[in-house]
DNA sequence: GCCAACGTTGGC
DNA sequence: GCCAACGTTGGC
């Protein structure tokens, strides 16, 4: 069991919009870093658990828990031609990136961005480094912990 | 909108 | 393989 923060913009995938599609899942496509991918392809299972944060918006923040509701499988955006996600050097025998599911598990009250810094439990997240911009990072089970007990008001 | 930080590209 | 130029991210 992993744990992981995956930033979604607002404008493109907000928790509303989770909250709303078919069985509360989304396909986590679109992620272009190879390192992001690596996460996904290579270190996800179904049932890992994943903070869902806002990201590139007025007030920034981890806006709901969700879980990782499939492996990794090839994104389809990246073989359509007019999708600005497609990627001329990938082909169906050898795709180039890769997608898990990320289902909602529940609507939380938005954690600021300002308020994960007020806590030296988490002084060490990715997110919290300066000039990080990797859109999927790990989290330490500890710190999971801190945020979904302490923090999550229930 | 600004801009620092970072990743990728491509000439050499 | 180096590294300058460029494009993107994302907080502010």
Redesign the pocket.
């Known amino acids: 069991m992993r744990y992981w923060l995956m930033?979604s913009?607002p404008g493109d995938c907000s928790i509303d919009d989770l909250a709303a599609l078919p069985e509360q899942s989304v396909a986590w496509y679109g992620v272009?870093?190879?390192?992001a991918r690596n996460f996904m392809r290579d270190q996800m299972h179904v049932g890992d658990g994943v903070l869902f944060?806002h990201?590139?918006?007025a007030v920034?923040g981890i806006a709901g828990i969700a879980r990782v509701s499939s492996t990794a499988y090839p994104d389809a955006t990246q073989f359509k031609r007019n999708s600005k996600y497609f990627d001329p050097k990938a082909t169906q025998e050898t795709p180039r990136w890769f997608n898990v599911d990320v289902q909602l598990v529940k609507k939380i009250g938005l954690i600021p961005?300002?308020g994960l810094r007020q806590h030296p439990e988490l002084e060490r997240m990715r997110?919290l480094?300066?000039?990080?911009?990797?859109?999927i990072t790990p989290l330490d089970p500890a710190e999971w912990k801190f945020i979904t007990h302490t923090l999550v008001k229930s």
């Not at 272009?32 to 390192?35: D, E, L």
């Not at 480094?129 to 859109?135: H, T």
């Open positions: 930033k913009e272009r870093n190879y390192q944060y990201s590139n918006c920034p961005l300002s997110i480094q300066r000039g990080n911009r990797l859109s």
